[in-house]
């Protein structure tokens, strides 16, 4: 469910599809959704061991902060990836370094987050994120992945991924 809530939401489409560039990358991949599970693991264990229930009760609401801190925590995790150019054989280390970071600071994490969309919104470049689009590598051709050995010459399928379709920001949310 977060990360559809991540998806969904005009605010933080932008930065799923930052994170989504980042672990295609040549040589920083990750498991995006396998990543996602582990930072909701995280904001749960976070949730559970009551480090956020004042802004909980601040707000009124637990689902909108727990969403809110997984996105943060998703954030954390990309701004360390990407600046210390992780790769995923460091992932165990850096998943627990997230984690022990999200339980002591949970409140510093949602106000990165707060800081973050703000300043994306003012069209401004938030730190931890470059400019310049991210190295992709290219798809295989249709036949490398059906197997070229196959000799089937149907018609060819062209899908679009979630990085080349270009952003819609005005009105809400769609599935694409």
């Not at 989504?20 to 396998?34: A, E, G, I, R």
């Not at 009551?50 to 601040?58: I, Q, Y």
């Not at 210390?84 to 850096?94: A, E, N, P, R, Y």
């Not at 401004?124 to 991210?134: A, D, L, M, N, V």
Request: proline content about 7%.
């Amino acid at each position: 469910m977060h990360t559809l809530y991540f998806v969904m939401d005009p605010e933080t489409l932008p930065l799923a599809r930052d994170i989504y560039k980042l672990s295609q990358h040549p040589t920083q991949n990750f498991p995006f959704c396998v990543m996602s599970i582990n930072m909701t693991r995280i904001a749960l264990q976070v949730l559970r061991e009551e480090a956020m229930s004042k802004e909980c009760n601040r707000r009124q609401q637990v689902v909108g902060v727990l969403n809110e801190f997984y996105v943060a925590t998703y954030l954390h995790l990309y701004q360390l990836w990407k600046t210390q150019q992780k790769t995923i054989l460091d992932s165990g280390f850096v998943l627990k370094e997230v984690e022990l970071f999200a339980k002591k600071n949970p409140k510093q994490m949602l106000r990165r987050l707060e800081v973050f969309l703000k300043e994306r919104r003012a069209g401004g470049i938030p730190r931890g994120t470059s400019p310049e689009p991210q190295a992709q590598q290219p798809s295989p051709p249709q036949g490398a992945r059906a197997g070229a050995g196959q000799g089937s010459k149907g018609k060819e399928m062209h899908f679009t991924g979630v990085c080349e379709l270009p952003p819609d920001m005005e009105g809400e949310a769609r599935l694409i």
